[in-house]
């Protein structure tokens, strides 16, 4: 009787056991069911230690494909209307190409300790490419990557040689400029104001994109025996009263080119000059739909259109190396009529022939449409 019962008592912990197994293992599959569908198709936020110091946190976007996705990181130094549009067209542009990729987007804010920071969690997570946007961040991520082989496709850099993104110890680094024809910027002024005496040029001090911008034009004026002054800012907080400082020197045009401090407060650069009746001419039409007057400048949809075009370059086998930085195949003439009536223009309607108008005089955007 103790053997029978012995017996089946262990028949029964052998059921037990098996049964155990059984949902061990239906728990796993689901498990793993559930975490192939998270990682496949969906976009999520994470606000982890990873970027803390980024308030619009990290965004993540995985394509539908199976498999182990193509991870690209596209990092910003702060948002403006130019450098928004040219991470939404870059991720467009990718996420259509029909390619396995996920996508990380990150944001510091105008903070360069964040910008550091986040390019440091990028590279320990290990991604397959990077795409800095703006010149500093294509410096930090030089710098953050210096013995990576992960190719750095920038966007965004006026001058790629002045930043140092070119030469023997930058192979896997590539990308799209966006250096203006400062000269033509000049030019334009002259188109709308005849009889203008003297320019001036405001500028970020440490922003080598915008620096560069403003010697290319001061060389040109010098060229051609224009009067101009300049102001440089270390910070916004400077921006009012730099602005004002020069049109109290009496410049008749204010000019700025790609600069990402000031695009990114154009409210305030616009509320001065335009109260002194003085026009903002400017490197990109973005800024000029954000306030700027007038602009012989950069599309950044096409910027982003040809960045993205890059990368997909590279995802197919063409080393970094191989690529020069390219440059805008071509520039437009924008201008903002509203803006034009808020420092009390007079220009004649030929002045405005071949411009693309950005804004109305009633407020009405043609952006980015």
């Known amino acids: 009787m103790k053997k029978q019962f012995s017996i089946f008592l262990s028949a029964m912990v052998l059921a037990a056991s098996l049964s155990a197994c059984s949902q061990n293992s239906n728990e796993t599959a689901a498990q793993e069911n559930s975490s192939a569908q998270t990682s496949s198709g969906t976009e999520a936020t994470d606000s982890g230690s990873a970027s803390q110091a980024d308030s619009e946190g990290t965004e993540t976007t995985a394509s539908s494909q199976s498999g182990t996705p193509y991870r690209i990181a596209i990092v910003q130094p702060m948002s403006h209307t130019s450098l928004d549009q040219i991470r939404d067209t870059i991720v467009t542009n990718l996420n259509e190409s029909g390619q396995n990729i996920e996508i990380i987007t990150e944001n510091a804010n105008n903070d ?22 703006a010149t500093s961040t294509a410096q930090s991520a030089k710098t953050v990557f210096d013995g990576d082989p992960t190719p750095i496709v920038f966007a965004a850099v006026s001058d790629p040689t002045a930043a140092g993104l070119t030469g023997d110890d930058c192979q896997n680094i590539t990308g799209v400029s966006n250096n203006i024809p400062a000269a033509e910027i000049v030019k334009l002024i002259f188109n709308f104001q005849p009889d203008c005496e003297t320019i001036g040029f405001l500028y970020t001090s440490s ?10 034009a001061k060389a040109y004026c010098d060229q051609e025996g224009i009067a101009y002054e300049e102001a440089a800012i270390a910070n916004l907080s400077e921006l009012q009263a730099a602005a004002e400082s020069l049109i109290a020197d009496g410049v008749d045009a204010l000019y700025t080119g790609n600069d990402n401090s000031i695009a990114s407060a154009m409210a305030t650069y616009t509320d001065v000059a335009y109260a002194a009746g003085i026009p903002i001419y400017c490197g990109a039409d973005s800024m000029v739909a954000d306030g700027g007057f007038a602009t012989v400048g950069v599309n950044y949809v096409q910027l982003g259109e040809q960045v993205a075009d890059m990368v997909l370059e590279i995802m197919n086998g063409t080393a970094p190396s191989e690529l020069p930085y390219e440059t805008l195949s071509n520039y437009a003439q924008y201008v903002n009529l509203q803006a034009a009536d808020r420092f009390g223009a ?12 950005l804004v109305e005089s009633d407020g009405t955007s043609h952006f980015n449409q």
């Open 112 to 133: 360069t300790t964040a910008l550091a920071t986040i390019l440091n969690n990028v590279r320990s997570q290990g991604v397959d490419l990077v795409i800095p946007i």
């Open 207 to 216: 922003e080598t994109n915008s620096v560069s911008t403003i010697n290319a």
């Open 346 to 357: 007079d220009f004649p309607e030929s002045a405005y022939e071949g411009y693309e108008v």
